[in-house]
C-alpha cells in the first residue's frame, strides 16, 4: 500500500514538475520576442516615421531647431515640382552670376556651363544628385517672380517658406535656395522628413532621388552637345537594401546632415539626422535608424 502512494506521488510530482516547465517556457517566450533597443546616433538630431501611415518610430531631439546644410534643396526642388503648368522640358540658360555664386561661397557644382541651355529636369538632377549650388541658383532664378535676378530670388525663398506653413511646419524658416544661409536658415529632424514626404509624393522626384549616377546631353552656347555626368552624394544607395533616396547634406554649423528613405515588404521608412559627426557617421546612423524602424 505504502508503494503504491509512493510511486503515485512520484508521478503526481513529474506531472507538476513538466507542467511547471511547460509554464515557465510559456512565460518566456515574449522575453526573446522582445522589441529592438532604441538605437544610440552620433547625429544630435534624429527622427524617423512610417511613411504610409505617418506613425512615428524614433526621436531624439525632434523639434530642435538646426542647420540643414544642403538638405535644404529638398525644399527647392518641391517648390519647383509643385509650379502650375510645369514643364520640365522647358530650357533655362546659364548665367555668369551662377557661376560666380560657386567661386564665391566654394560651393558644391553641377559644374553647369555659362551658355549652356539645360532642361528644367536636368536641372533638377543637378540639384539632388552632386547637390549643385549653380543649378539650385538658377532653379530660383527660373521660378522666382520679379524684374531683377535678385527679386526673383528672394520671391523664390518666399515660396519655400510659404510651403513649410503650408504643410504646418512651425520650426522651419529658410533664407536660402540651398542651405547656404545668412544664420536664418533651419529646420529640425521631424519638419525635414515631412518635407521630403511630401516631395516624395512627386514622382520625378522619387525617380531622381533613387537615381545613383546619371549623364545627361545639355545644349551648348553654339548649338551642339555637352554630356554631363552626375552621381548622387547619397552612398546608402546601392549599399542599404530598399534604399530610395533623398539628400545629404553638410556645411560648417550643419556639419553632416541626411534626409534618408528605404521600402522593404511594401513598408517605406523615412526619416533625418541633423548635425553628426562625419559623412560616414551619417550614413551609419541612418542604417541603425532604419532598421530600427522596419523593426517595429
Known amino acids: 500500500m505504502n508503494i503504491g502512494i509512493n510511486v503515485l506521488a512520484r508521478v503526481s510530482a513529474v506531472t507538476l514538475t513538466a507542467g511547471s516547465v511547460l509554464a ?5 517566450t ?3 520576442a522582445a522589441a529592438a533597443r532604441k538605437p544610440s546616433i552620433a547625429a544630435k538630431g534624429g527622427f524617423v516615421m512610417n511613411n504610409g501611415t505617418g506613425r512615428t518610430l524614433y526621436t531624439k531631439a525632434a523639434d530642435t531647431r538646426r542647420s540643414t546644410g544642403s538638405t535644404t534643396k529638398i525644399m527647392t526642388a518641391r ?9 520640365l522640358n522647358a530650357k ?3 548665367q555668369k552670376a551662377y557661376s560666380d555664386y560657386i567661386v564665391r561661397n566654394t560651393a558644391s557644382s553641377a559644374r553647369l556651363i555659362v551658355g549652356d541651355k539645360v532642361t528644367v529636369r536636368q536641372l533638377l538632377y543637378g540639384l539632388m544628385l552632386p ?3 549653380d543649378a ?16 526673383r530670388v528672394k520671391s523664390f525663398i518666399g515660396k519655400m517658406n510659404a510651403t513649410a506653413r503650408d504643410l504646418g511646419l512651425r520650426n522651419t524658416r529658410f533664407d536660402s535656395f540651398d542651405g547656404i544661409g545668412r544664420g536664418n536658415n533651419y529646420s529640425t529632424p521631424r519638419d525635414l522628413t515631412k518635407i521630403a514626404s511630401s516631395a516624395m509624393r512627386y514622382s520625378t522626384f522619387r525617380t531622381i532621388v533613387k537615381t545613383r549616377s546619371t549623364t545627361q546631353r545639355t545644349t551648348t552656347r553654339s548649338g551642339g552637345y555637352r554630356n554631363m555626368k552626375w552621381t548622387n552624394t547619397n552612398n546608402l544607395l546601392g549599399s542599404y ?16 546632415c541626411l534626409v534618408f528613405a528605404a521600402t522593404r515588404g511594401g513598408k517605406t521608412v523615412i526619416g533625418t539626422v541633423l548635425t553628426s559627426t562625419s559623412a560616414a557617421k551619417r550614413t551609419s546612423d541612418a542604417k541603425k535608424l532604419m532598421n530600427y524602424a522596419f523593426s517595429r
Open 131 to 133: 547637390s549643385g549650388c
Open 30 to 32: 515574449p522575453a526573446h
Open 79 to 87: 517648390v519647383v515640382l509643385a509650379q502650375r503648368n510645369l514643364n
Open 136 to 151: 539650385a541658383y538658377a532653379l530660383a532664378d527660373k521660378f522666382g517672380n520679379g524684374s531683377t535676378r535678385a527679386k
Open 24 to 28: 515557465a517556457g510559456a512565460l518566456a
Open 92 to 94: 533655362v540658360k546659364i
Open 241 to 256: 537594401s530598399g534604399a530610395i533616396g533623398v539628400k545629404t547634406g553638410s556645411g560648417p554649423e550643419a556639419k553632416y
